[in-house]
C-alpha cells in the first residue's frame, strides 16, 4: 500500500499571505498526485491534477508542484473563500488520500 | 450539467445489508469509471473500490474487498455499493465519484476524481 502524509495537519494564516502544505508519498508516484479542497458538509473539489495542471475553474493563486514522493500545493494570496481542509490523493497504484490539513483563519 | 445524485441518509442495525445507490447523468456512464469513497472522522478519506460501468470490471481497496459489492446499472446510469452484512465501523460518509480518464502512453486509465455526488450517510448501531 501507498501511504500519504501531509504537514501541516493544521494552518493558520491571514489573507493574503502565501500558504504553502506538503504532501510526501511512501513510494515513487511520478506525478499521479492530486489536490482536492474540502470544506464543511460538501463533497471534496478538484483542484489540482498529475502535480502542478490546474483543473479548469480553479483561480490561478493554486499551484502544485513535486514529483516522486514530495509535492507541494502552494495558494500564492489567501483569500477568504480558501478556509478550507486540503487532502492530497495519489493514483500511481489505486488510489490513497492524505490526512487533511486545515486551513485556519489567524 | 454532469450530475452524481446519491440516495438519501440511512440508520441501520448491525448484521442488516444495505445498498445504497448513485444517478449519474451529463456524462457517458459507459465510457467513464465510477469510484466510492468512505469519509470518517477518525480515517478520514479511504477508497473503496471502484467499476468501470461498460463491462462491469471492479476494483477494490484490501481494506473493503469482500466486504462489500459494487456493481452498476447500464440500462438506468446507476451505480451501486452495497453490504450483506453491515458492522458499526461501517458507519461513515459515502461519495460516489467519477474518475476522470488519464492518458498512459497509448491507453486511457482512470486516474483523478473530477466530480462527486453528494455523500450518503449511513449509520450502524445497535
Known amino acids: 500500500d501507498i501511504q500519504m502524509t501531509q504537514s501541516p495537519s493544521t494552518l493558520s494564516a491571514s489573507i493574503g499571505d502565501r500558504v504553502t502544505i506538503t504532501c510526501r508519498a511512501s513510494?515513487?508516484?511520478?506525478?499521479?498526485l492530486a489536490w482536492y479542497q474540502q470544506k464543511p458538509g460538501k463533497a471534496p473539489n478538484l483542484l489540482i491534477y498529475k502535480a502542478s495542471n490546474l483543473e479548469t475553474g480553479v483561480p490561478s493563486r493554486f499551484s502544485g508542484s513535486g514529483s516522486g514522493t514530495e509535492f507541494t500545493l502552494t495558494i500564492s494570496s489567501l483569500q477568504s473563500d480558501d478556509f478550507a481542509t486540503y487532502f492530497c490523493?495519489?493514483?500511481?497504484?489505486?488510489?490513497?488520500f492524505g490526512p487533511g490539513t486545515k486551513v485556519e483563519i489567524k | 450539467e454532469v450530475q452524481l445524485v446519491q440516495s438519501g441518509a440511512e440508520k441501520k442495525k448491525p448484521g442488516e445489508s444495505l445498498r445504497i445507490s448513485c444517478k449519474i447523468s451529463g456524462f457517458s456512464f459507459t465510457n467513464s469509471w465510477i469510484t466510492w469513497i468512505r469519509q470518517t472522522p477518525g480515517k478520514g478519506l479511504e477508497w473503496v473500490g471502484r467499476?468501470?460501468?461498460?463491462?462491469?470490471?471492479?476494483s477494490y481497496s484490501p481494506s473493503f474487498e469482500g466486504h462489500v459489492t459494487i456493481s452498476a446499472d447500464k440500462s438506468t446510469t446507476t451505480g451501486y455499493l452495497q453490504w450483506a452484512s453491515l458492522q458499526t465501523s461501517d458507519s461513515g460518509m459515502y461519495y460516489c465519484?467519477?474518475?476522470?480518464?488519464?492518458?498512459?502512453?497509448?491507453?486511457?486509465?482512470?486516474?483523478?476524481?473530477?466530480?462527486w455526488g453528494q455523500g450518503t450517510l449511513v449509520t450502524v448501531s445497535s
Open positions: 467499476i468501470d460501468p461498460s463491462d462491469s470490471y471492479t
Open positions: 465519484a467519477r474518475l476522470r480518464g488519464t492518458k498512459i502512453g497509448t491507453r486511457v486509465a482512470p486516474g483523478e476524481i473530477d466530480y
Open positions: 513510494q515513487d508516484i511520478s506525478h499521479w
Open positions: 490523493q495519489q493514483y500511481n497504484i489505486l488510489w490513497t
